[in-house]
């Protein structure tokens, strides 16, 4: 009699026993079943929800959590924002077009909740010139002074004319020996006339040309802060207010072919990017993993009634699983979502064991109903136990502080039963009823399964075989010191998408990154001496609190705008307007303007800017020539668009410096409500926000700024403390996954199999395999992250079913050996691992890098376990068998 895996045959016979009553009653199993999966396909719909914040997915009770949600509690402006960076090709420009789009939006408030256009509005253009340090002011002031009876000039005569006029003036002076800088503006004017001989227009800004080197003063980027009224019952919570953002800068014209690049950054812009990459990829992997599924079902069946059958089990299997969540767990979170593409490469397997295991005895002349009750009766207990162990993989998630990888544990682990259940009862009822029952042909062979070369080789070559694994096994261990987790989550996200790239260059090029730390002081005097504390580490940058918006110095800069006040004020009133000249008064102005270039350029001084000039005249005359050859209606479009480019910005530039030479002191209380309300908080919390002196690209450079600003303070929170502390929670979840199900899975093992060194035989070629995967993500560059590192608990799960079946048949069959490679068994275990790989590779095609990734280590993992499974295990169980025969 044979001996089966559980000694207590009784198992064995309630087995086989059930599927024999589900070959009498096929129908009522179908009907039944079909009842249930169409009432549990209705409530999934209308129970089901999707959870997008991604906020909840760790413990809320988490200290870096708790720091976090306070934070959010005392300043709940700064929580759920995406940003709209705006460069435009003047300051201008850029002003005009973020005050546009924030007035636009801000009438919206259903949709927006909140707009904040930093360091814009009548406060700062009033105070600009007090937030210069006192040395750039006084620079300023000089340079203004000098420029004064030429900007006087322009204003009165606002035209190309009086542009070349005032230039002719200063050319003039030069040459009478007076020493005046003209390289800004015949720079600007170099690269006007080159545009415009190449039927171009080029912008000029007059305020940056006008400030010189502190043009940073106001800059061509512009940044408008916008909170959304979130949905996250809904997809994409920020949907409606991104498409109407994004629609408002197409109507507004606030787009390239105007001069002006929009693009949108932030946590909801990033969130949103990556749901659509999700999104998209979760469909077309979902999809590709169907596919994939069918076509390795179809190698390993090569019948069609038997693969039909197997994708009707999976369909159902999916709307039992998804209904089980709904029944459970109540929603998906952005880890959950994954339970499909997990279903279908795990939760076939148990359908291939069953379905080999019928084919090969519904070929050796057996009836349908007795080959699927033998079926059940040889691999039964083997596939209750796989699921146990699998599911122990998945469940062994549950304790930990990861709530969104917990929740897949309870959602697939349960899966796991399901696909067990559907195994055992819907499949032998399909297989018992005529369109679905397959036709017996003794004669024809079952597929091979494996190669050859896998077949033989471990039988062949055992010791070979052990020492080859014993030598990868130790150079695995040896790279471990090089295996590493990616704190960052911008390595989850598309490189591509424009909120990564926008934020990338925030990152390198603003003076106050996105990736900052908050840091909350319960007083004024608290915030003070905190402040110059982390101004102090070696770490930081830059820090910003509630007094970095009061300048220093106010009377002595007060003194200074009023001396330049009184020497620009009275020029700067435009007098009469002169009348606009001619196309003849235009083309003599310019032939006059190139003959006191001339004049300048051959005289006897030698101005710092010659070359600048000698350039000039070479673009002039090219222009010069260009007019000449058109017809009269050309040349006046081309020269007013010429001082259209040179003079738009001036009116403007001229009223934004005439407003700030009204500045006036203030004290932190007299400061904007708006930036109060942002750096005060409820009972009077005052925040600080401190800026990395580096890009904060690696895991050292996180860990060191987020380690001494928490030196200061240890409620510190921020993007880069939620990075690193989710990290460690994420690794210290997985180890306790890992170690867990490895003791739990180990014990069930001892139990079930009686045999120490079979429950070692079992295990010692999944450890191999999870020590040669995390070689692997060493040898391909890629690091465990957020994503991936779901593999290694997973593969555990996974990897000890193959196990248990090669014991099981060995153990239940002494003579099988020499076959065991050849039997259904091996078959049904390369298959089944052909079809999960298949399965988990079509997630290594998604757009998404994180999704990607786990689906290469994943893929990576269930090779190296089918290798450790067919091959290793085999090869150490060769003389364990043999000693076994002999006796």
């Not at 004024?524 to 820090?543: D, E, N």
């Not at 309300?677 to 005052?686: A, K, Q, T």
Request: with cysteine; charged share 20%; net charge neutral.
């Amino acid at each position: 009699m044979k001996k089966h895996i559980h000694p207590d045959n009784r198992i064995t016979s309630i087995f086989a026993c059930w599927v024999a009553f589900i070959a009498r009653h096929p129908l009522l199993i179908i009907f039944s079943l079909l009842i249930v999966t169409v009432s549990a396909l209705n409530y999934t719909r209308n129970n089901l929800k999707v959870n997008t914040d991604t906020s909840n997915l760790l413990s809320a009770e988490l200290p870096f959590r708790k720091a976090y949600l306070q934070f959010e509690e005392i300043f709940p402006q700064q929580i759920n924002t995406f940003l709209v960076v705006i460069d435009g090709k003047t300051p201008i420009q850029a002003r005009n077009a973020a005050k546009t789009l924030a007035r636009s939006i801000r009438a919206e408030r259903e949709i927006i909740a909140g707009v904040y256009t930093p360091h814009l509005g009548a406060f700062f253009d009033q105070n600009a010139l007090l937030y210069l340090d006192s040395e750039d002011l006084v620079s300023l002031t000089d340079r203004l002074s000098a420029l004064q009876p030429f900007l006087a000039t322009l204003t009165a005569d606002q035209s190309l004319r009086g542009l070349l006029s005032m230039l002719e003036k200063a050319f003039s002076a030069v040459a009478e020996g007076e020493k005046i800088d003209l390289q800004p503006i015949l720079t600007e004017l170099n690269k006007a006339f080159a545009s415009a001989a190449q039927g171009q227009t080029y912008r000029m800004s007059w305020q940056e040309m006008m400030q010189g080197d502190n043009a940073d003063l106001d800059s061509k980027r512009q940044i408008v802060i916008v909170k959304p009224r979130m949905d996250f019952s809904e997809l994409q919570p920020a949907e409606a207010s991104i498409k109407l953002v994004r629609q408002r800068l197409e109507d507004l014209k606030i787009t390239r072919e105007n001069g002006l690049d929009a693009r949108l950054t932030g946590l909801l812009a990033l969130e949103y990017e990556e749901l659509q990459s999700v999104k998209k990829g979760g469909i077309m992997a979902a999809a590709m993993s169907l596919l994939m599924a069918v076509l390795a079902l179809w190698f390993a069946f090569r019948s069609v009634r038997l693969v039909a059958a197997t994708f009707i089990l999976l369909i159902v299997g999916l709307i039992l699983t998804a209904s089980f969540a709904a029944l459970t767990v109540g929603q998906l979170n952005m880890i959950t979502v994954a339970f499909g593409v997990l279903y279908i490469g795990l939760g076939v397997d148990f359908a291939i064991h069953f379905g080999l295991r019928f084919r090969e005895l519904h070929t050796s002349k057996t009836t349908i109903a007795s080959a699927l009750s033998g079926a059940a009766y040889d691999i039964g207990p083997s596939l209750l136990l796989c699921a146990v162990t699998t599911a122990v993989g998945f469940f062994s998630f549950i304790p930990t502080d990861y709530l969104g990888v917990s929740e897949l544990g309870i959602i697939s682990g349960s899966g796991m039963f399901i696909g067990l259940l559907l195994t055992l009862t819907l499949l032998p009822a399909l297989l018992s009823t005529r369109p679905f029952r397959i036709k017996q042909r003794p004669n024809r062979s079952l597929p091979s399964g494996a190669p050859p070369l896998l077949i033989h080789l471990p039988l062949q070559h055992p010791a070979a075989v052990r020492r080859l694994a014993l030598a990868i096994g130790l150079a695995a261990i040896c790279t471990l010191p090089w295996v590493h987790f990616d704190y960052d989550p911008l390595a989850l996200r598309d490189p591509d998408s424009e909120s990564v790239r926008t934020f990338k260059d925030l990152m390198k090029q603003s003076e106050t990154p996105p990736k900052s730390i908050t840091v909350m002081s319960d007083s004024h005097a608290q915030a003070i001496a905190m402040a110059r504390r982390l101004t102090a580490l070696p770490s930081v940058s830059k820090v910003l609190f509630i007094d970095s918006f009061v300048p220093d110095d106010q009377e002595e800069k007060l003194t200074a705008i009023e001396d330049l006040e009184i020497i620009l004020g009275p020029e700067l009133e435009p007098g009469r307007k002169q009348p606009a000249p001619s196309l003849a008064e235009q083309l003599q102005e310019i032939d006059n303007f190139e003959q006191a270039l001339q004049t300048v350029l051959h005289s006897s001084q030698q101005p710092s800017w010659r070359d600048q000039a000698a350039g000039l005249e070479s673009n002039l005359q090219r222009f010069i020539k260009l007019l000449s050859e058109l017809p009269e209606s050309d040349r006046k479009q081309r020269l007013a668009e010429l001082e259209k480019g040179l003079l738009e910005t001036f009116p403007e530039s001229i009223q934004t410096l005439k407003t700030s030479l009204s500045a006036a002191p203030f004290t932190t209380g007299e400061l904007p409500r708006g930036i109060i309300e942002r750096w005060i908080g409820r009972n009077d919390i005052y925040r600080i926000e401190v800026f990395p002196e580096q890009d904060l690209d690696t895991g050292d450079e996180l860990r060191k700024f987020v380690t001494e600003v928490r030196s200061v303070s240890d409620d510190a929170t921020g993007p880069p403390v939620v990075a690193l502390e989710s990290g460690k929670a994420v690794i210290e979840a997985f180890q306790q996954a890992f170690l867990g199900a490895l003791l739990v899975i180990s014990i069930l093992l001892i139990s079930v199999l009686r045999r120490m060194r079979d429950a070692l035989l079992v295990v010692i070629p999944l450890l191999w395999a999870g020590l040669v995967t995390g070689a692997a993500t060493v040898l391909l560059d890629m690091p465990f992250n957020f994503a991936n590192i779901i593999a290694l608990p997973l593969l555990l799960g996974i990897g000890v079913d193959n196990g248990i079946h090669v014991i099981h048949r060995i153990r239940s069959d002494k003579q099988s050996y020499a076959q065991l490679l050849q039997s259904s068994t091996a078959r049904g275990i390369y298959y089944s691992a052909i079809t999960t790989i298949v399965s988990f590779l079509s997630l290594s095609f998604s757009a998404h890098p994180g999704t990607a990734s786990m689906g290469v280590i994943l893929t990576t993992g269930v090779l190296l376990t089918l290798i450790g499974t067919l091959i290793i295990l085999p090869a150490m169980l060769a003389p364990a068998h043999g000693s076994t025969r002999k006796a």
